[in-house]
């Protein structure tokens, strides 16, 4: 297995509910960034959590536009 060290990741957490990623989504979109990859799990008591891959030069960028 190889691994990419050239990626930054950004972890949101929230309330799972219809639409709560498309949200997050939808910010990092209006930033101009892309994301390279995400995964998200929900944790059974209406929680989520959800890691967004960047690249590193777009991860300012990202946590800007999800004010982290």
Aim: charged share 30%.
């Amino acid at each position: 297995i190889r691994f990419n060290r050239n990626l930054k990741a950004e972890i949101v957490q929230g309330d799972d509910e219809l639409g709560a990623l498309a949200t997050v989504h939808e910010k990092i979109y209006r930033a101009s960034v892309n994301v390279y990859a995400s995964s998200a799990v929900a944790d059974g008591s209406g929680k989520y959590g959800h890691l967004i891959y960047v690249r590193p030069e777009d991860f300012e960028r990202a946590a800007k536009a999800l004010e982290i």
